[in-house]
């Protein structure tokens, strides 16, 4: 099964999606500097926009999808599936970043931060996105994983 085929039949515009991973990690890094657990609250209610929601309605994607059509950045599709589940897992991880926040354990929200920007940093910089790669390794196993998200 190849990467490039549409396993959920929904295609979302990858340029935007790197755009938004570009804004999210340095949302990150700015959490990083200044230790404002807010701005982890703007990214879970970004994330849950996207995931839950409507994406259109997203800040971070208007943002992204302003600038894509401000350069006139040509749309390359890619599996909507394999995006989502990448979604879920930055939602998870900012989850996690807040809980950490909150228990006050610096080295772990570091760990945490750590990895999460090298996977937004790998789809933005090399179009590596490790959510969507985990997601066909489970489409193999699972044919109807995610089918009703």
Known sequence: MANVCPLNFVKVDSNIARFSSLFVAMLVMLYLYTNNVFILYFLAFDFIMKLFLNPGVSPIHMLATFLKDFFKIE???????????????????????????????????????????????????????????????????????????
Do not use: E
């Not at 599709?77 to 006050?104: E, P, R």
């Not at 090298?118 to 985990?134: A, E, M, R």
């Open 75 to 149: 749309s390359k599709f890619t599996d909507g599936g394999a995006k989502k589940l990448a979604g879920f897992f930055g939602l998870f991880f900012i989850f996690l970043l807040i809980v950490s926040h909150y228990i006050d354990i610096w080295d772990i929200s570091l760990g945490i931060a750590v990895v999460f920007l090298s996977c937004s940093l790998l789809d933005v910089f090399f179009n590596f996105c490790i959510g969507c790669k985990i997601y066909f390794i489970i489409k193999k196993i699972y044919p109807n994983f995610m089918n009703n998200l």
